[in-house]
Nanobody
Framework: QVLLVETGGGLMQAGGSLRLSCAAS????????MAWFRQAPAKEREFVAA????????WYADSVKGRFTISRNNIENTSYLQMDSLKIEDTAVYYC?????????????????WGQGTQVTVSS
């Protein structure tokens, strides 16, 4: 059982930056593709970004490409989501996710483990 704990959410003005962290425990971190999803009110949870097991490959949703950067540290068992040039439409609960078998642009059904989520609110 892998436990994922997100930190770093909060309130930010449009155009600003936030960095989310996801600390993993209880498993072998490096065997998982790590990803971030988000869910806005009254919307379905959607893919944001993913990073391969060794960090050599990354994938992004078109809506965040060029603004968000996913990374990971396999020694510290942590993944990160650097969010720059934030927009009001980025407001959502952001979830860290771990997938043992998949890679690329993941579906929610691919995910083996979820974090509890962290709120990101972008104001005008």
């Amino acid at each position: 059982q892998v436990l994922l704990v997100e930190t770093g959410g909060g309130l930010m003005q449009a155009g600003g930056s936030l960095r989310l962290s996801c600390a993993a425990s209880g498993g072998t971190f490096s065997v998982y593709t790590m990803a971030w999803f988000r869910q806005a009110p009254a919307k379905e949870r959607e893919f944001v970004a993913a990073i391969s097991r060794r960090g050599g490959y990354t994938w992004y949703a078109d809506s965040v490409k060029g603004r968000f950067t996913i990374s990971r540290n396999n020694i510290e068992n942590t993944s990160y989501l650097q969010m720059d040039s934030l927009k009001i439409e980025d407001t959502a609960v952001y979830y860290c996710a771990a997938d043992r078998l998949g890679s690329g642009i993941l579906k929610t059904s691919d995910v083996d483990y979820w974090g509890q989520g962290t709120q990101v609110t972008v104001s005008s």
